[in-house]
């Protein structure tokens, strides 16, 4: 805007000042409570996190790795001290020790006299935890030998692995080994675990997974034995670990106060003020749709701040009961003998106030939900400072059953918070619609066909906003936030996501493995236009021919998924026989990285051919038969009329098959998910299996974000470039 | 945009029949029938291990056939997962998600193809503009959203996200739009509202559209794979394709079991094509080009 239209701008016909007035009083009178909204959602908010900030963030985690490397280094400093290196016999108990070399075969015993210490080195767990110790790093085991509970340390010693077994005389430590069982040779195996530090209750933090993750560093569970106890987490399958919940006693566990109820109210007469003014103003104004789809705008802030608000909170509590649930199931899990351990007992283990403790008072306090479960015999406290409840329901002798509430006041929080929030996107919904019919009236259009449109699209537009716009907005918020679901701090990080996708090896591979999948296409349009071709005419049993080409597409891609696997099976499979017989082969398909994503291409051809082919058809039906008849009049062949008349007549449908196909194989997941998991190697690792797994196998929500909203930048640009090449016509006639 | 200017294929069903088969057509019919047989045979193969013993299928040279056909494998490998619950989950979110996407198609096709209003045209922009986004941009999003409404593993959070479907409401829109106006003028005229106008005459009217959108909206349901694998959490929850990669990941050594669960997993869709291959061929053509 020009000056001099700025400052004309400001001298409006005098006709125009009221209702200029009146629509900076509403801005006010809309500004207002926003500012309350938002300053309401920050409180509560930053109210939430501060209480659960002592316990479980980031910062603590990474005190926990501190904690623990210097537990093992003052460890090993213990050991390096003593006179008799590696062990000293008096300080740390040592019975026996037995020095393997790197293969597991023994060099050296003592004392002598004694036999070696009957352990396994074939057994995966021992070569697991040699191989823990041969790459630096120093491990603390549990195990039963005869019947008896013993520490085994091993420890690393120029290149060969000493074997110490520790003597034992604490109680706790035979619950702990029935806790532990099992689970330190499996973490170690996958390479994930997970501790907790001194004074922490339950926690998982990514921090610690991260500093675990790899072996470059030198890991170490090192447990004393008295007060910790692990429970594993497994995925949400039973499948792969991904890693643990540690638990510790803590004197108190401090308390986490609900969110005090004045925001809560103070946002509920916000909104309804807000409401009754916008309506209220809405009724005095006289002015065009220009400001009621200002008004609209002016809406969006409290709606996004409320929709906000209600997603931190339903983070906060969520995340925390995701953790409990798990560790509810884990605890489940754990009563199933030979690893079980019971949660009473794990109670006695770590202490009495934690994990659980009988209490019977709570099960007449929440009576409610008890009654629902006769059977329930024990309640207590659990995890997070006691905002939640457990419960013990003996569904059989044979296995018992954790039950977690969450108190009332967190559930009727949420679901005001999210009525809030859809009140408002129904506001701003009717007040379009509100705007629209005015403009209709105004237009001499007829109302009631306006106000019947809107009530014909109303249910559409209301899903759309709420399930396709609104979370493509929170991705992109997402995408700038560290979001594990089982950490309830959820912290900005800028764009250091998008920036690690730079740096990241596999985002580039599962990438480049993306567009080389994408190739199939071309392969399978030109087999798809033949055969288009080829089932172009009417010929009796052309349907049911067109049928079965069309028939992949349409079954489920999970059991194709799982007959092609069988069929690309290297010993067994149908292909090698088939290529064997013809004195090829065998190929490995699926099993080696050179060809795995070969194969996947080539089902995704068989998939996709019928589909293309019936566009295809579409496209050749609808070129007019009296072209061919003329240049046959003409002279023209066979493939000469395939090239000056079907071909170009076919451009844009080509075009439409190419686009559409790209876009969706950038998009394949279920091949992958059920086939390869991404391997062998990376070799099949593409982009939204990569992104899958790093939401929801390594929880990474916010990384995860981050990728699929490049994805979908790809996506729109290659859209666009659609819309360019192919200009606004959209048929293809 | 004239629908009638699409030759549909689909036609060819009842007209065909009488065509003669002369020598030219021979080398044709060979070469179909080959490529034919090809793309049945995964399916064929799937079928003949399904009925063969565990140990029979790790045999070399593989055998076509069992030696003996053993049905039993379908109910062990159906008993060995709860494949009726699979089976009833999928059809419960099929049934509600099909109507809500028929329901929501109908409707707002209507009002984009029928009704003046002002804004008409940005708000059809906005329900285009969806079909660039990738699903999986939202699925996270939509997966917190779905958790803070506490529905994950319950059958709103497999069914809410999916009730509409753009790809339906422009068809129905298309259809719509080739209809004749006249009948619902008159109903107007006769002091109808516009519900009942819908209800009473269009709808009916577009009654092919409506099948179409509906068979695609179940297929899509009947198929789709990661978003129920990411809402539901318990075996009881799953609908078969979930329950289906579950059972893979369980018995993958034993390819009978996992060839039968497929062929079940088949058969439903493929019946239900087989009855309908006309409305399949129609919505591909009707929303692939006039996309």
Known sequence: MSHAES???WQRPAAETVTDRLRQAFFLLVAVPTVILVAGGLYIASHSRAALTPEIDRFAAQRAVQYFSHQRDSFLQELSASPAYPLNPSRLGVQQQTLYDSSGEVIASQPPGLAPLPLSPGGARTRTLFEAARRGAPVLDVAAIDGRSVWIAYLPIDGHINVALLRLDAAPLENLRRALGYDVAVYLDTGRAVSVGDGWSTSISQALLDSLASFDRPISSFLDGTSVAAIPLKDFDDWEMMGAILVRATDSAPALPGSPAWPLAGLVLAGVLTIVLSWRSQMRQTRSALRRSRLGLALLPPMIAAAWLAATDAHVSSA?????????ARMAVSLVEPYGVAPAELAALVGSDVVVQRADSLIASSSDALSAFPAAREAGRIGLAGRRWAYRVADTAALDRIVLLRPPLEDSRKTVLFWLAGLY??????????????????????????????SFI?????????????????????????????????PFVGLRHYRELTGDGLFWTAAKNTAVYSLYVPATMALALGVAILLNRSIRGVALLRAVFFLPYITSFVAISIVWQWMYDPDFGLFNWVLGS???????????PSTALLALMLMAIWIHIGFQMVIFLAGLQAIPNELYEAAIIDGAGPWRRFQRITLPLLRPTTFFVLVTSVIGSFQVFTFVYVMTEGGPLHATDVIVYHIYQNAWQFLRMGYASAMSWVLFAVIFAITLLQFRLLGRKMTPS | MERSSVNRPGRDLPTQAARRV??????????????????????LWMISTSLMDEFEVYKFPPRLLPAEPLWRNYPDALSAAPFARFFLNSAIISLFIVI????????AGYAFARLRFPGRDKVFILFLANLMVPVIVLLIPRFLIVGALGWVDTYAGLIVTELIGVWGIFLMRQYFLSLPRELEDAARIDGANEWQVFWKVALPLAKPAVATVALFSFVETWKSFLWPLIVTRSMGMRPVEVGIAAFHSLYFTNWPYQMAAAVTAVVPILLLFLFTQRYFVQGIQLAGLKY
Do not use: C
């Not at chain 1, 013809?582 to 080696?592: E, T």
């Not at chain 2, 002369?22 to 399916?43: R, S």
């Open chain 1, 425 to 454: 996107s129904l506001l701003a919904v009717g007040v379009l619609v509100f705007g629209s019919l005015r403009a209709a009236s105004r237009s001499g259009l007829e109302l009631r066909e306006a106000i019947g449109a809107w």
């Open chain 1, 320 to 328: 925390a009961s995701d953790a409990l649930l798990e560790m509810g």
């Open chain 1, 7 to 9: 400052i004309r701008s």
């Open chain 1, 458 to 490: 109303a249910p559409s537009l209301i899903l759309l906003l709420v399930f396709s716009a609104a979370p493509l907005i929170f991705a992109f918020y997402l995408s700038f936030h560290e979001w594990n679901l089982l950490e309830p701090a959820k």
């Open chain 2, 22 to 43: 002369d020598g030219g057509n021979f080398f044709i019919y060979a070469l179909a029938i080959a490529l034919g047989i090809t793309m049945l045979l995964p399916f």
């Open chain 2, 100 to 107: 809500g996407q028929v329901f929501t198609a109908a409707t």
């Open chain 1, 582 to 592: 013809i004195g090829l082969g065998p190929f490995p398909w699926l099993n080696s």
